[in-house]
C-alpha cells in the first residue's frame, strides 16, 4: 500500500501511449522527407534495417550520446550522408532536416484510452511530472496540460535508472523523496531507478508480463487502476 503520496511523475513511452508505432510513424515521414531533399542514389537503400546498423555502430562508438536518441539519430544521418560521399556541412544539415521531421511526427501519440482521463483526474489532487529516456515531449502534446514540468534525458548526462532525473522531479516538487509516486513500465528504467531514488514506485504491467526480480509497491494493469490507489 501507499501513503502520504503528495506528488507523482510519470514515464511516458508505453506508459501514457503505445510508442513502436509512433516511432515507426516518425521514420516513415522522416525517409520520406529526406528522399525529397537528398540525391537519390544517395537515398536508395535506405531502409530501417540499414539506419539501424549504422544506429548500432553510433551507439557502440559513442558511448557519451548513447543515452540520448536524439543525439544518437542525428549523428547516424549525418554518417549515413558522409558515407555516400556528402560533405561534412551537407552532411550535418541532411541530417537536422530529418532529425526535425522525425522529432515532429514524434510528438503526435496515440494515448492510451484512459490516459486522459485518469490523467484529469490526478492532476486536481497532485501536481505532476515526467520523466522519459525517450524524446517524447508531453508539453508539446494537449496532455501536456495536466504537467507541471517534463524531463527528458538528452538534457541530463544520465538517463533512468540512474537517479538524477529523478531527483531533479523532487527538487522541482520540494518533496521528501518518499512522497512521491514514480509510474512507469520498465521495471529496470521505473522501479528500480525510483526506488534507488527513494521514491515509490508503482508498476504499470500492460503486457501482462511477469517481475521476477523487481518489487513495485503497487502492480497495476491499466492507468485507471491508479485511482484506486490516489
Ligand atoms: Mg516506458
Given at each position: 500500500?501507499?501513503?502520504?503520496?503528495?506528488?507523482?511523475?510519470?514515464?511516458?513511452d508505453n506508459t501514457?501511449?503505445?510508442?513502436?508505432?509512433?516511432?515507426?510513424?516518425?521514420?516513415?515521414?522522416?525517409?520520406?522527407?529526406?528522399?525529397?531533399?537528398?540525391?537519390?542514389?544517395?537515398?536508395?537503400?535506405?531502409?530501417?534495417?540499414?539506419?539501424?546498423?549504422?544506429?548500432?555502430?553510433?551507439?557502440?562508438?559513442?558511448?557519451?550520446?548513447?543515452?540520448?536518441?536524439?543525439?544518437?539519430?542525428?549523428?547516424?544521418?549525418?554518417?549515413?550522408?558522409?558515407?555516400?560521399?556528402?560533405?561534412?556541412?551537407?552532411?550535418?544539415?541532411?541530417?537536422?532536416?530529418?532529425?526535425?521531421?522525425?522529432?515532429?511526427?514524434?510528438?503526435?501519440?496515440?494515448?492510451?484510452?484512459?490516459?486522459?482521463?485518469?490523467?484529469?483526474?490526478?492532476?486536481?489532487?497532485?501536481?505532476?511530472?515526467?520523466?522519459?529516456?525517450?524524446?517524447?515531449?508531453?508539453?508539446?502534446?494537449?496532455?501536456?496540460?495536466?504537467?507541471?514540468?517534463?524531463?527528458?534525458?538528452?538534457?541530463?548526462?544520465?538517463?533512468k535508472p540512474h537517479?538524477?532525473?529523478?531527483?531533479?522531479?523532487?527538487?522541482?516538487?520540494?518533496?521528501?523523496?518518499?512522497?512521491?509516486?514514480?509510474?512507469?513500465?520498465?521495471?529496470?528504467?521505473?522501479?528500480?531507478?525510483?526506488?534507488?531514488?527513494?521514491?515509490?514506485?508503482?508498476?504499470?504491467?500492460?503486457?501482462?508480463?511477469?517481475?521476477?526480480?523487481?518489487?513495485?509497491?503497487?502492480?497495476?494493469?491499466?492507468?485507471?487502476?491508479?485511482?484506486?490507489?490516489?
Amino acid at each position: 500500500m501507499i501513503r502520504d503520496i503528495r506528488a507523482l511523475t510519470f514515464d511516458l513511452d508505453n506508459t501514457l501511449w503505445e510508442t513502436d508505432i509512433s516511432i515507426l510513424n516518425a521514420e516513415a515521414v522522416m525517409a520520406s522527407h529526406l528522399r525529397n531533399l537528398a540525391p537519390e542514389a544517395w537515398m536508395a537503400d535506405f531502409t530501417l534495417e540499414n539506419f539501424r546498423k549504422i544506429r548500432a555502430l553510433v551507439e557502440t562508438n559513442h558511448s557519451e550520446i548513447s543515452h540520448n536518441f536524439s543525439a544518437v539519430r542525428r549523428k547516424t544521418l549525418a554518417l549515413w550522408f558522409q558515407s555516400k560521399g556528402a560533405k561534412v556541412s551537407q552532411s550535418e544539415d541532411l541530417a537536422d532536416e530529418g532529425f526535425r521531421a522525425f522529432y515532429r511526427e514524434r510528438q503526435n501519440v496515440t494515448p492510451y484510452a484512459d490516459a486522459e482521463s485518469t490523467l484529469e483526474a490526478l492532476a486536481r489532487k497532485y501536481p505532476i511530472g515526467a520523466i522519459t529516456n525517450g524524446n517524447a515531449d508531453v508539453m508539446e502534446m494537449s496532455l501536456g496540460r495536466f504537467f507541471q514540468f517534463s524531463l527528458q534525458a538528452q538534457e541530463f548526462p544520465k538517463a533512468k535508472p540512474h537517479p538524477m532525473m529523478f531527483k531533479e522531479a523532487l527538487t522541482r516538487f520540494a518533496i521528501e523523496p518518499h512522497h512521491c509516486l514514480h509510474i512507469g513500465d520498465n521495471l529496470e528504467h521505473d522501479i528500480v531507478g525510483a526506488q534507488a531514488a527513494g521514491m515509490k514506485a508503482a508498476w504499470i504491467n500492460t503486457r501482462q508480463h511477469s517481475a521476477a526480480h523487481v518489487i513495485a509497491d503497487i502492480t497495476i494493469e491499466s492507468l485507471r487502476d491508479l485511482l484506486k490507489y490516489l
